[in-house]
């Protein structure tokens, strides 16, 4: 109930092009959902989060896609940049119950020039 | 800036030593909390503080491990004994009831290496 599933595990992407990465949760409770990246030596930063009220939120080049029905959300980098390398995280959350973030796997994301 | 402070950075230690790693919450921030990330196992949630109390810390190897809030400026997590299992990067992170709660700010991590 309380897992979070990430995929894919690692991403190797051109310049310019498009990262995904999909994450998918079981806990129909859960009602916030924010992504993290981490730089190598760093701990994670707050990137983008998203309610399930809407379906979609951009910020910048970064954008989530969320279907509630389908219990997924994923992260779309456009333009993908080699400064983008770094491992991103999903996570999951009861908001207003103040309860813990339950994380995915991470996917490791590097952008050749 | 406000940032969340962490030492040590990198600690090497022997099996069956204790290890006390501190934290530093970002000022005003009340809740705190203590992850563990390996390869294996990704992010994992050890334990939380609200206003220095612990609301959980299910996460956690109670027989070796105990996290502690002496006061508002300074959160602990000490190890002992450790074992080489313990191997990992602890991160602490802060957050504020008046900002949402998902709002978790991380610190740099120490480095735990026990051989």
């Known amino acids: 109930q309380q897992q979070v599933k990430q995929s894919p595990q690692s991403l190797i992407v051109q310049k310019g092009g498009i990262s995904i990465i999909n994450c998918a949760y079981e806990n129909t409770a859960f009602d916030y959902f924010p992504w993290y990246q981490q730089f190598p030596g760093k701990g994670p930063a707050l990137l983008i989060a998203?309610?399930?009220?809407?379906s979609e939120k951009k910020e910048g080049r970064f954008t989530i896609s969320f279907n509630k029905s389908a219990k997924q959300f994923s992260l779309h980098i456009m333009d993908s940049q080699p400064g983008d390398s770094a491992t991103y995280f999903c996570?999951?959350?009861?908001?207003?119950?103040?309860?813990?973030?339950?994380f995915g796997e991470g996917t490791q994301l590097t952008v050749n020039p | 800036d406000a940032r969340v402070t962490q030492t040590p950075r990198h600690k090497v230690t022997e099996m069956g030593q204790e290890v006390t790693m501190r934290c530093q919450p970002i000022?005003?921030?009340?809740?705190v909390f203590w992850y563990r990330q390996t390869m294996m196992q990704g992010l994992e949630l050890l334990a939380y503080?609200?206003?220095?109390?612990?609301?959980?810390d299910s996460g956690m190897p109670k027989d070796r491990f105990s996290a502690e809030m002496p006061d508002a400026t300074l959160a602990t997590l000490k190890i002992q004994p450790s074992e080489p299992r313990d191997s990992a990067v602890y991160f602490c992170a802060s957050g504020s009831l008046l900002g949402p709660f998902h709002e978790q700010y991380f610190g740099p991590g120490t480095r735990l290496t026990v051989t």
């Open positions: 503080f609200r206003n220095r109390a612990p609301l959980d």
């Open positions: 998203i309610r399930p009220d809407v």
């Open positions: 000022l005003g921030h009340n809740t």
């Open positions: 996570a999951a959350t009861i908001e207003t119950s103040g309860s813990r973030l339950t």
